[in-house]
């Protein structure tokens, strides 16, 4: 077998792409928007031997949290990505490297070129090959998990609901938070938690204005700030840090790859990664990201989507191989959806960890057909 995983050899009949609508158990709200289902992207590679592999672009249906959406990310797939790789075929023989290059003339779309290279992963493991997490040691196979909560409509209803998930054992709580809520309203819910782990995410939401909310934001020692400024706004991250330097801060949207976490680093506004696989690009950027913070001290851990349990056991799979981290956005099927596509579902101990496995899913075929809204085949 080769060394590195780059040099396996794939072949590529068909790319199929199926939009899934899955029911939420609940309406969750934040700063960019209000959701009652998921509507998902899988991406499913068929090679020539009718082997097939999955992978979720768990991209958003709307273009608030980053450039990329559901109906856009197909169109990319359809007129870019398979062409580009079809034609990477046609020169030679096809290898995992040289579809991750000729994906990487794809400016931008990082959710959706990921799903593209999760799935030919995702295919390479169940024919016997390897993909770049196999070669990154586990270092924690019960993962440690939090979870994160919408905005709520009143304190009573947002204290009542963190004592429930407490009692379940999450590890971390992030709430969710925007301009106009009200300081007196986290310090009600601080006040009957003083001694939780508790996050808040702002998903870019805070300007200039906000400043003066922010800071006072550390009197409620948070575990962490997630990103409060739109994700190039470095400025104003310079400025929070200097008025509050003990207001831990944690990046998500502004990161996207090596270079803008090293300018981050470099200027000293990050103190945790929240990494999300899609959002920088897929497992080979994840690999290097991973690596580049343990090489600088910093903490990471892995960021969700809101993701179908195909994408959350891709994510648990990353996950597994940081050490140390606090909790990582990853909770159980039974938190997010009515229905799954996945069996058995993703489930968390009493002690707020979820097992590691490694096998590659098996999907519920007939929740999926039921699920599907959409399915087109790209030849
Ligand atoms: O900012 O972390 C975020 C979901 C969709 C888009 C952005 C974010 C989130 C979450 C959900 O916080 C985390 C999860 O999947 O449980
Ligand atoms: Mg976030």
New binding site residues.
């Given amino acids: 077998m080769n060394d590195s995983p780059r040099d396996q050899s794939l072949t590529l009949r068909s790319i199929e792409l199926r939009v899934v609508v899955l029911p939420q158990h609940e309406v ?1 709200r ?1 700063a ?1 928007g209000e ?1 009652h289902h998921r509507r998902a992207l899988l991406v499913l590679w068929h090679d020539a031997n009718g082997a097939v592999g999955v992978g979720e672009c ?1 991209c ?1 249906p709307d273009p608030f ?1 980053s450039g990329e959406f559901v109906d856009g990310a197909q169109i990319v797939l359809e007129r870019f990505a398979q062409p580009l790789i079809a034609a990477a075929g046609s020169r030679g023989e096809l290898n995992l490297g040289a579809v991750e290059k000729a994906l990487g003339r794809i400016r931008g779309w990082p959710f959706t070129t990921a799903a593209v290279l999760d799935a030919a992963c995702d295919l390479l493991r169940r024919i016997g090959g390897r993909d770049y997490l196999d070669g990154l040691a586990v270092r924690e196979p019960r993962v440690p998990v939090g ?2 909560l919408g905005l709520f409509p009143d304190t009573e209803s947002a204290v009542r609901r963190l004592g429930e998930e407490v009692e379940q054992g999450y590890r971390r709580i ?1 709430l ?1 938070i925007q301009p106009g809520l009200k300081l007196d309203h986290l310090r009600a819910i601080r006040r009957r938690f003083p001694d939780l782990c508790l996050g808040f ?1 702002a ?1 870019g939401s805070f300007g200039e204005d906000g400043l003066d909310f922010l800071v006072a934001l550390a009197e409620l020692e948070p575990a962490m700030l ?2 409060p400024f739109g994700p190039d706004r470095w400025d104003l991250l310079t400025e929070l840090r200097r008025r509050s330097p003990e207001l831990p801060l944690c990046l ?2 502004s990161i996207h790859g090596l270079g803008s976490l090293r300018l981050a680093l470099e200027i000293g506004v990050i103190d945790e990664l ?1 990494l ?1 696989p899609g959002r920088v690009g897929g497992p080979a950027v994840t690999a290097a990201l991973l690596d580049e913070s343990r090489r600088r001290g910093l903490p990471v851990w892995i ?5 179908t349990s195909i994408g ?1 056991r891709a994510n648990l799979r990353v996950a597994a191989r940081v050490e140390g981290a606090t909790a990582h ?3 159980p099927s039974s ?2 959806f009515t229905r799954d596509l996945v069996v058995p579902p993703v489930a968390m101990d009493a002690d707020g960890r979820i097992e590691l496995d490694e096998a590659p899913v098996e999907l519920d075929r007939a929740s999926l057909d039921e699920l599907t809204v959409e399915r087109r085949i790209v030849p």
């Fill in positions: 969750f934040s960019v959701r768990s958003r949290y979870i994160s992030k969710k995410d998903n997630e990103q998500d949207e929240n999300k960021g969700g989507m809101f993701e959350r956005d990853l909770s938190r997010y």
